[in-house]
């Protein structure tokens, strides 16, 4: 009866110790920024973790834009990102953070601080266009007063493919 006993508080412990381990805290998560993708970008996250980003590209200017999803919307970071750009512009009023980093340098946060406060679904984009001149989105940007910058360019990086999501939990 005693070994029963053990092997019970074995397992209950097992038990509270994978499900402790299971909860997130919030923490700093370095994102690369690749010619056209995000690299290191965590499936999930605890609310009140930071986003940083890397540029690695050595030609394109990328930036990491954060869209906290309206509860209830339930398409996927694929299908929203081939909606038309008005629809997709309808939840821009939504974006938590926006980091911009020039080729092959650190980013820096020009809205938000780059941290996920608000539990939920993030859409992770970079809307700059493909070839844009880094200066000129730069100084742009600069001047946009919160609205993106318009500069020369062609299809938006998540065309491409530079797009993801986050899953931020409280």
């Known amino acids: 009866m005693r070994r029963t006993h053990i092997g019970f508080v074995v397992a209950l412990l097992l038990l509270v110790g994978a499900c402790s381990s299971d909860q997130l805290e919030p923490a700093t998560f370095e994102v690369r920024a690749v010619d056209y993708g995000f690299e290191g970008l965590p499936e999930r996250v605890a609310a009140g973790s930071t986003l940083t980003m890397f540029n690695e590209s050595a030609v394109e200017v990328h ?24 629809e997709l512009a309808a939840f821009f009023p939504l974006v938590e953070t926006v980091i911009i980093a020039p080729p092959e340098a650190d980013g820096f946060p020009v809205e938000g601080t780059g941290t996920l406060s608000e539990p939920g679904r993030y859409l992770i984009i970079c809307a700059i266009p493909t070839g844009a001149n880094p200066d000129e989105y730069l100084a742009a940007a600069a001047e946009a007063e919160g609205g993106p910058p318009q500069v020369a360019g062609g299809p938006p990086h998540l065309a491409m493919g530079m797009y993801g999501e986050v899953l931020v939990e409280g």
């Not at 309206?70 to 038309?84: F, I, K, S, Y």
Request: glycine share 4%; aromatic share 0%.
């Open 63 to 86: 930036e990491l834009v954060a869209i906290r999803l309206p509860e209830g919307e339930e398409r996927t970071a694929d299908e929203l990102v081939q909606l038309p750009p008005e």
